[in-house]
């Protein structure tokens, strides 16, 4: 995935992980013409006045030490691959001396420039641990090395995604046994032990931990900053910086911001917070924390939605009834509604479970209905006054909860607004935008 964001935007997602509470924000340092001075910079000005080390990230050359020492921060983190196999096919067939004394000079330079966070990177470091290139012995001294020679810390990658969670604790164990350096963990996703990997680093001691917003890297990226922090802090205990109340809203911001979806088995996702299977649904009306870890329900979701499928409980039904009906009958009207389902091959609205009830003859709880089914999804089209002035009101827009998405087009419509039908939208957009509306439509997704 590559998407590259106007300054504006990349500065808005710093303000929102300052806000969460990270401890350090990393910027790649500018590579003109392909970065400029301005992408950092925007980003630096939103900082300003949080309580967050800022870390401009390079090559371990000196003209890239030099190019962020122009910059008014905390950090610098340089990297470079002594590994064999990196060193012949990415560094030219240079040897493992001079790999090593890029890097010690690199950090050097980065002390001499009054850096209080210097961090050293020794890329695809986890081939050390499967045995190659000497071994973490030889590690070991390299890590010392740059500590020596004035790195606060020492990165050691899972460059190649290679490692499983108990090799992971391994590693770690072992090189923090051997060496008096502190190690940073930066593990790849490409077996989809990223977060895991993480995890376990940091239970065998590393002192920082590389997350970012859904683990969105290189290839299919690193660790995903809710699935550490949150289960560090669930499952583990561990007291973090990060606000863990805050994470779920600062993954919608992202979103929003970006146009980036959470995929469906992020556990921040929607899908996450609902429940499908009958039995299942049986029981989470009654304790959900059967089924969502109750750190879970407490910080992420304020309620978990059910779905409407041939699986469907008949307990479910009971709660949208006006009346109470016996079990027979229950099981009769959930047989109905399921029957629905699976002529229809998916899961039904709350509009389509109230119109099959009421022709049965039920009267029906429409709040109840609302709150336990997922909301349907609704583009709402609008064309507006030209004249209006619209950022502002799309900001506005964007911050509204039950706004997935909001996007300016041409043809049809100006404007195009997808949200979940919930808490009156459809007013909130006529109130907001008023008499600028020319023309507004709603398709509802079922």
């Known amino acids: 995935m590559y998407k590259r964001f ?26 003109p013409p392909r970065t400029t001075r301005r992408d950092v910079e925007s980003v630096l000005e939103a900082l300003k006045g949080y309580e967050v080390e800022v870390v401009l990230h390079g090559r371990a050359y000196k003209r890239d030490v030099e190019a962020a020492a122009k910059y008014d921060v905390e950090g610098v983190g340089v990297y470079l691959a002594p590994t ?3 060193r012949r096919f990415k560094l030219g067939g240079i040897g493992f001396e001079e790999a090593r004394r890029r890097l010690m000079e690199a950090v050097e330079l980065a002390k001499s420039y009054g850096f209080k966070y210097r961090r050293a990177t020794v890329e695809d470091a986890s081939r050390y641990y499967l045995g190659g290139d000497g071994g973490l012995e030889a590690l070991a ?25 108990p090799q992971a604790r391994d590693f770690f164990q072992k090189l923090r046994s051997m060496c008096k350096t502190p190690l940073s963990a930066h593990i790849h996703n490409d077996y989809g032990y990223a977060s895991a990997n993480t995890i376990e680093a940091a239970l065998a001691g590393a002192a920082e931990l590389h997350v970012s917003v859904l683990g969105i890297g290189d290839r299919n990226g690193i660790a995903d900053l809710y699935e550490v922090s949150a ?11 990060i606000d863990r109340g805050s994470l779920r809203e600062l993954y919608e911001k992202f979103s929003k911001l970006t146009g980036i979806k959470l995929p469906f088995r992020h556990p921040l996702s929607r899908e996450a917070q609902t ?17 969502v870890p109750v750190g879970k329900l407490k910080h992420d979701f304020d309620q978990v939605y059910f779905e409407a499928t041939t699986y469907l409980s008949k307990k479910l039904i009971q709660r949208v009834l006006k ?8 099981q009769r009207i959930s047989s109905e509604i399921a029957r629905l389902a699976e002529q229809r091959g998916r899961d039904l609205s709350p509009r389509e479970v109230a119109e099959a009830l009421r022709s ?28 209006l002035p619209i950022r502002k009101k799309i900001r506005e827009v964007l911050s509204w909860s039950e706004v997935d998405q909001v996007d300016e087009v041409y043809g049809d419509a100006d404007l195009i607004v997808v949200a979940r ?5 459809l007013e909130k957009v006529k109130k907001l935008f008023g008499p600028a509306i020319l023309r507004l439509r709603t398709l509802i997704a079922d």
């Open 6 to 31: 106007e300054p504006e935007i990349r500065a808005r997602i710093a303000e929102c992980l300052a806000e969460v509470g990270v401890d350090r924000i990393e910027l790649t340092v500018d590579y």
């Open 84 to 86: 064999e196999i990196h």
């Open 141 to 165: 001294r390299l890590v010392d090395d740059l500590g020596e020679a004035g790195a606060t810390v020492v990165s050691v990658p899972d460059t190649c995604g290679a490692l499983t969670p």
């Open 231 to 241: 289960a560090l802090i669930d499952v583990h205990g561990i007291e973090l910086r």
């Open 275 to 291: 429940i499908r299977a009958g039995v299942h649904q049986s029981m989470a009306l009654r304790a959900p924390e059967g089924y």
């Open 323 to 330: 009346t109470e009906v016996d079990e027979a009958e229950l």
């Open 360 to 387: 049965m003859g039920f009267e029906v709880d429409e709040h109840a209905l609302n709150r336990i089914l997922r909301p349907q999804k609704a583009y709402i089209l609008l064309n507006l006054d030209p004249r």
């Open 421 to 425: 039908l919930e808490d009156d939208v």
